[in-house]
């Protein structure tokens, strides 16, 4: 815990990255459910923080990943809240969409769409409002407003996340994710941050992930539902930025997505 405290302080410090997009899993995901633990992890905590006064750590450097990128898998992996870091792959260069009416990212999404589309980052289980969601309708990015799946393709994994068993075509681009089994799954429009898709589409039998076999884990935060109902507005799929936003910052931006835009 003092060795996570002290590097999400230098994260903090050296690269401009608000401590608490590390911290938020960690805390109300994490601890809870390893609190027996904890004496453990204080005194492992304090042996390596100990080890690193008396022979201090050098992080080595990686060509393809830049500091940035280093720094969140590192800092992610000790605060639970790991960010994915595909291979050297900026998520603006390259990508049609790369702002908003020449609007940057962070003034025209609230905090939890920014965290996981812009930063790559993870919500936490059962926050969004899409996970429950059955009515019929188009889940478009939160960012580029890009038609992404289809609700028939929805399916209810268990995991606390939206899954679908396919995405629309050339609707997302798979990047080889750094930290886990599965690929990185971004909007082609983009490139934000959409989730993971594992090949374990087998495990849910009579669904549409076992056709396809593949399973897109997607956070709901960089989702928005947009049914077929003419008499239902749009449904952002944003739980995150209640639990993350300080009481006297209203985080709550508007929703500009249209029935038409998501055909």
Excluded at 14 to 21: E, G, L, V
Excluded at 31 to 40: E, F, G, R, S, T
Excluded at 131 to 143: D, W
Excluded at 150 to 175: C, H, I, N, Y
């Amino acid at each position: 815990l003092i060795v996570n405290g002290l590097l999400n302080h230098y994260i903090e410090v050296h690269s401009n990255i608000k401590i608490y997009d590390f911290m938020i899993i960690f805390h109300n995901e994490y601890l809870p459910l390893n609190q027996k633990y904890a004496k453990i992890y204080f005194v492992i905590g304090v042996v390596l923080w100990l080890a690193t006064i008396v022979h201090p750590i050098r992080i080595p450097s990686f060509p393809s990943l830049s500091r940035r990128q280093l720094m969140f898998t590192y800092g992610g992996i000790l605060s639970g809240s790991i960010p994915s870091v595909a291979l050297s792959k900026s998520r603006i260069d390259g990508y049609p969409v790369q702002h908003v009416d020449g609007k940057d990212w962070i003034t025209v999404l609230t905090s939890g769409q920014y965290f996981v589309l812009r930063q790559g980052g993870t919500e936490p289980l059962n926050s969004s409002p899409l996970v429950g969601e059955t009515r019929r309708g188009v889940y478009v990015c939160a960012g580029c407003v890009a038609p992404l799946f289809d609700s028939t393709q929805k399916f209810d994994s268990g995991t606390g996340w939206p899954s679908f068993a396919a995405p629309r075509s050339s609707s997302v681009e798979l990047l080889p994710s750094l930290l886990f089994s599965g690929s990185e799954v971004r909007c082609q429009r983009c490139g934000g941050h959409l989730g993971d898709v594992f090949v374990d589409g087998y495990k849910f039998p009579d669904t549409a992930a076992a056709v396809t076999g593949k399973r897109y884990c997607i956070n709901g935060a960089a989702l928005v539902f947009v049914p077929s109902d003419s008499d239902s507005g749009p449904l952002g799929g944003d739980g995150l930025s209640e639990r993350r936003r300080p009481f006297w910052k209203n985080d709550q931006k508007a929703l500009h997505y249209s029935r038409s835009q998501a055909i």
